[in-house]
Every structure is written in structure tokens, then in C-alpha cells.
């Protein structure tokens, strides 16, 4: 009821108030005293309750419940998110004039691309292709959007368009969307969807390891080409043949592709094998010097760790020559752990003037220069280190004795550069409210995606000062905000990071530092292999844990509860420095990578390595990087919190890895 007298006085207010303005002030205190009352009638507890309830109706297709509950929440700042249900739930049966102005009026919400989605998908189930293509003017986002897009241009006449479509979304080494099925017939039809269309589409899955969809592929061949898909196959499943293929076939594109691919797998599979066969390989299909360098270092990136001799020096005879960056790194690595300075400074030259010039390889020159003239010889190459926010900078204060200088920066919350996204920004509060985290983090990518550079730094403050914790250090990785140190890292759910800090025996700077590097402080966080919550705990690591902890566990869900996670997070990470001698290092490369690797590591630099050295030899980028980032971010923690800044113990500095 009153909703729509609010609605009735802003109409007559704008029909009436033109020029006169007495009547402007009369209507809007009659605005104001309806909405009061609106408030009065309907407290925020209330709508967040009737919200619920309204959710829950349409849910259970308890329409007319839905329909007066909604009716009553015109005012609160989730209401959009009912309008998208009611919408969505009749979407089929929407004009293009209704829908332009759903989209128009909530142009801000995060679900618009949904609604977009739907809406093709809607016009394609009734065939309606000049509908959808009025509708839709460019090529959509989404493969099965794309699908409907160019199968309704080939209904409209438009047939090189949905040809060149069909082709694009049919050369996959994967399955493509059942809603291309039609629109491969078209292509079929046409007779473009020939025999080579095919093959090229095989040696794609060949090189996905689609197998599956090889065969399904190869039986759709004929005449020659039939043979030529048997051979695919038949190379996928005996790669060791292929030098045999590439002296005995006619030099192709196709044969030349094949050969490589076959090649490859055969190196994944018997790299020894490789390499007795790389020259007749190379020689039978006539690659170019620039091909057979790249199909060298496939292979040698296969011999880093090789103990055969004769395989060490045809890795590096090759590595010698490469501009492949990273596994030049990779064999600077494999000095770096046998502790040869002498061919850690060749494959360090043998970097691009670009990638030395990077403070990483700054840093390594400074120690060649150290290990072999001595410390005063390498003063001046540490000391222009100093001042950077970065792992190596720190590491060369720690060979000077310096000072660590951590650059910062701050910025003050400018509440009116905020003002235009009030609407999204009090969606996300409810959201948070309600604990649908998951959505508000989707309102706040959708504004930070929408929002200046300066529009972030404010998005930025205005989270921390709301205690966002977790988009407040979105917003400044997406304004790319490196020196606002009090932003990138909150102080999250401290009472709790502070209780298991003293139950644990634990530094509160390591365990924010942990945290935010594992999941920056999102309660909800799930990994790709299964990992959740603050400190990114497996559940069968959870699982273990608690029994030793002696605490009930109940199951994967709980992970996303603060208190539960950081609780057997702190206690798992103690497990581990009991289990390393406190030390930090090799605890956070067992806490990212498990404690087998971390041993297997220290086994392999068998004593020769420092610690610095011992970080850069962990062969696992990931582990590697987290390893440097933790113990960077406890430095950071440190400073936020008015402590002294401390980079390595002096037992992590003493020993030998």
C-alpha cells in the first residue's frame, strides 16, 4: 500500500511541479512524510524477513505469496533481485520493449548478462531468429550463445556470416555446445563441413588428449581421409612410431601438424625415446630451424631433472641456443640446487637483456658477484636493491645488514566519490547481512568493473572502513594498488586470528599473512582441488586435524566458518613447524604443497643451498611464489601493526638446505 502511494505522489509531483516551487516543496515533504511512514510501518529486520520469505515462495511456485510480499519491499535495496525473479520466471513470454526496459533499469546488476543469456535461449526455443536478431546485434559472449547467434542468421540468408560462425565454433579439441548441432547440419549441408574440417578438428582433440571425440570424428570420414584419421589415432596410441610416419609421408601442413603433435606426446610419455628419435623426426617433414627449436625445448623441458648424462648435455646443447625464457630459468634452477655458480652466471647471461634487467635476476647477478669477489665486490649491486616492495629487495637488506624499507602509501575515504554506486553498494551490505556472500562478491566485481581508477581506490577505502575484508583487497588488486598496504591487507576477524595466535604459540602477522595469501580473507573460498575457507584447508586435512586437536568436526561445510577454519588451519600450520623445527620456510612450502614435497625438496639440495637459494630451487612456481609471499606479507602485517620488521629468523638464516 504504501509503496504505490509513494509511486502516485512522485507522479503527481513531477506532472504539477514544473516552475512552481511551493508546490515542489509541498510534494516533496509529502514524499518524505510517505516514506517515513513506509519505514515506520517496515523496519529493516522486517524486510530482510519478508525478503526471505518472498524468496522462498517463488522458489516453491507460491506466486500470489511472492507477488504481495514483493510488494511490500519496493524500498529495500534487494528488491532488484525480486523484479529479476519475476521477470526471469516469465521471460519466454517478455516483448523486446519489456525487456529493453528491464535491462535499462537495471543496467547495474550483475545478473544483466544472465538475463540476456535467457532471453536468446528463450527466442531460439521458439524459432523466433529475427526476434533474437534484432534483439541481439553483435556476436554474444558464450558458446552456446554464439551457436543460437549464427544459426539465426543462416535462417535470416546470411549464410558466409553462419558459415564462418559454424567453422570457428566447430574447430574445437573439445565438445561443443548441443545447441551447435543444428548449426553444424548447416554447415554439413553447405558442404563445407568436409574432410579436412574434420582432420583439422581431430588433430585438435589429439592435442587436448581427446580421444573420444578422435573416434567419434574419425567415423564421420571418407575415402582417403578415412585412412588419414586411422593414423591419427593409431599415432596417438603408438607414438613411438612417429619418426617412422615422418620419414615415410608426404611432407603436408597436415602431416607436418601430425608428426609434432605425435612427437610431443611421445616425449610426455618416453623422453629418453624422444631423443633418439628428434633428427630423423625433425628431417622427415622438413621442419625450419625455429620449429625444431621449439620441439627441442618440449623435450628438454622434460630433462630438467635427469641424472643420464649424455641427456644432460643434449638438453643443454639445445637450452644453449633457445630464447624460451622461462625454461632457461628453469636450467638456472638446476644450477642454483647443485650449487655451480659458474653455470648459474652462463644460463643467467643467457637471458634476454629484458629479463636480467628484472630485480629477480638483479639480485641473483649480485650474488655471482658476491660468491665469486667477495662482499664488498657485490655491495653496490645489493644496495641498488633497496627500497622495493619486493621478496628480492628484502633478501639483499638481508645480505647488506640494512634497514628493510617497505614503500606506503594512504588514502583518505572520499565518501562523495562513492555517491554514484550508493545502490549497489547498500545490495552488497544486505547481501553480506544475509550471508550471501558469493552474490555480494558478484555486486562487487560488477562495480569495481565499471569503476575509474579512482572510483577504486575509493570502492578500496570505503570496504575497509566497512570491514569488507575481502573485497577491500579485491578492489585494489583490480586498481592495481600495490603500495596501499592498509587495504591489500586487512586486519580480518582478528579477535579470532588473535585467540589461536596465543592458543597456538603462533605469530598473528603469520597467521594474516597466511591467510591472505590462501584465500584474502574469503570466507567462502574453494580451490579447484577442494580446499576451502579462510586458510584453504582440504577437508580430509580438516579431518585429520581435528582428531589429533580433539575437536568435533562436521564436515566440509563448516570450512567457510571463521572461527572453525582458523581454528584447525592454526593447529595444522603448528603440526608443521613442530614437524620442521620452526621453520617457516619449509612449513609454508609442506603447508601449499604438502610435507612430502617439502622433504623431497630438501633431500634434493642434500645441505648445499642458503635459504634464499632453498626458496628460489622449489621447482613449483606456485609453492615457490607463495612461499615468498607469506613471509613478504608478515613483514607488511608487522609494519601495519607498529612491530619491528623481521624478514628471516636466525635459525632459518643459519641453516643449510
Known amino acids: 500500500m504504501l509503496p504505490k502511494e509513494n509511486s502516485i505522489i512522485t507522479k503527481a509531483c513531477k506532472k504539477s511541479a514544473v516552475g512552481m516551487r511551493r508546490i515542489v516543496s509541498v ?102 531468429w529475427k526476434s533474437l536478431l ?52 548447416v554447415l554439413e549441408k ?14 585438435l582433440a589429439f592435442d587436448k588428449r581427446n580421444r573420444s571425440l578422435m573416434r567419434y570424428l574419425q567415423k564421420q ?120 655458480w659458474k653455470d648459474m652466471a652462463y644460463w643467467l647471461s643467457n637471458l634476454s637483456e629484458k629479463e636480467q634487467d628484472k630485480l629477480k635476476w638483479r639480485y641473483w647477478q649480485a650474488r655471482i658477484t658476491q660468491e665469486r669477489d667477495g662482499d664488498e665486490a657485490a655491495k653496490e649491486q645489493f644496495t641498488a636493491l633497496l627500497g622495493e616492495r619486493n621478496f628480492y629487495s628484502v633478501a639483499a637488506a638481508m645480505h647488506l645488514g640494512a634497514p628493510i624499507d617497505i614503500p606506503y602509501q594512504t588514502t583518505s575515504l572520499n565518501i562523495e566519490t562513492v555517491q554514484p554506486f550508493r545502490p549497489a553498494l547498500e545490495r552488497v551490505r544486505e547481501l553480506l547481512v544475509l550471508d550471501k556472500v558469493t552474490a555480494a562478491k558478484r555486486e562487487w566485481q560488477h562495480l569495481l568493473a565499471h569503476a575509474n581508477q579512482e572510483e577504486k581506490a575509493m570502492l578500496a577505502a570505503f570496504a575497509a572502513d566497512s570491514k569488507w575484508y575481502h573485497l577491500s583487497v579485491q578492489a585494489t588488486i583490480s586498481g592495481k594498488m600495490w603500495g596501499h598496504l592498509e587495504y591489500r591487507f586487512p586486519i580480518a576477524h582478528r579477535w579470532w586470528f588473535e585467540f589461536f595466535s596465543k592458543e597456538r604459540g603462533l605469530p598473528l602477522t603469520t597467521l594474516l599473512a597466511l591467510s591472505r595469501q590462501e584465500s584474502a580473507f574469503y570466507t567462502n573460498a574453494v580451490s579447484p582441488v577442494g580446499a576451502r575457507g579462510l586458510m584453504q584447508l582440504m577437508p580430509a586435512t580438516a579431518k585429520e586435524t581435528s582428531k589429533k586437536l580433539g575437536f568435533r568436526y562436521l564436515g566440509k561445510n563448516t570450512l567457510s566458518d571463521p572461527g572453525i577454519n582458523i581454528r584447525l588451519g592454526s593447529g595444522y600450520l603448528r603440526m608443521l613447524l613442530d614437524q620442521f623445527d620452526e621453520n617457516r620456510i619449509l612449513a609454508f612450502a609442506a603447508y601449499n604443497a604438502g610435507p612430502h614435497r617439502a622433504n623431497t625438496w630438501l633431500k634434493a639440495s642434500d645441505g648445499n643451498l642458503d635459504a634464499i637459494a632453498f626458496i628460489e630451487a622449489i621447482p613449483f612456481r606456485e609453492t615457490r611464489g607463495y612461499v615468498q609471499n607469506v613471509l613478504m606479507y608478515d613483514i607488511y602485517y608487522r609494519k601495519l601493526l607498529g612491530m619491528p620488521l623481521e624478514f628471516l629468523h636466525d635459525s632459518e638464516m643459519q641453516r643449510r638446505y
Open 134 to 185: 534484432a534483439f541481439q546485434t553483435e556476436v554474444p559472449r558464450g558458446e552456446r550463445y554464439q551457436c543460437h547467434y549464427y544459426y539465426a542468421h543462416s535462417q535470416a540468408g546470411d549464410k558466409a556470416l553462419a558459415h564462418s560462425g559454424a567453422k570457428s565454433l566447430y574447430l574445437s579439441g573439445s565438445s561443443v555446445d548441443s545447441a551447435c548441432d543444428k548449426l553444424f547440419k
Open 221 to 340: 570420414l571418407t575415402g582417403e581421409a578415412a585412412k588419414q584419421g586411422k593414423q591419427i589415432i593409431a599415432l596417438y596410441d603408438n607414438p613411438r612410431d612417429v619418426a617412422a610416419f615422418s620419414k615415410k609421408s608426404k611432407v603436408t601442413s597436415l602431416n607436418q601438424r601430425l608428426t609434432r603433435s605425435a612427437f610431443e606426446r611421445l616425449a610426455r610419455t618416453n623422453v629418453s625415446e624422444a631423443v633418439k628419435q628428434f633428427k630423423r623426426t625433425t628431417e622427415g617433414q622438413h621442419y625450419d630451424e625455429f620449429e625444431r627449436q621449439e620441439m627441442a625445448d618440449y623435450v628438454a623441458s622434460r630433462l630438467m631433472s635427469t641424472d643420464k648424462e649424455s641427456l644432460q648435455k643434449w638438453r643443454d646443447s639445445w637450452l644453449s641456443k633457445t630464447a624460451n625464457q622461462s625454461l632457461l630459468e628453469r636450467r638456472f634452477r638446476v644450477a642454483l640446487v647443485e650449487d655451480d
Open 190 to 203: 553447405s558442404g563445407k563441413l568436409n574432410n579436412a574440417l574434420i582432420l583439422d578438428r581431430m588433430l
Open 27 to 128: 510534494c516533496f515533504a509529502a514524499l518524505v512524510s510517505v516514506q517515513a511512514s513506509s519505514s515506520f510501518a517496515l523496519s529493516i529486520d522486517d524486510q530482510r524477513s519478508k525478503y526471505e520469505e518472498a524468496v522462498s515462495a517463488i522458489k516453491r511456485n507460491d506466486i500470489n505469496t511472492f507477488k504481495k510480499l514483493k510488494g511490500q519491499l519496493e524500498d529495500y535495496p534487494l528488491y532488484p533481485y525480486l523484479e529479476y525473479r519475476d521477470f526471469t520466471r516469465s521471460l519466454s513470454r517478455a516483448n523486446k520493449n519489456e525487456l529493453d526496459t528491464f535491462l535499462t533499469t537495471y543496467s547495474d546488476l550483475p545478473f544483466i548478462g544472465t538475463v540476456r543469456g535467457r532471453y536468446i535461449d528463450a527466442l531460439a526455443s521458439k524459432r523466433q
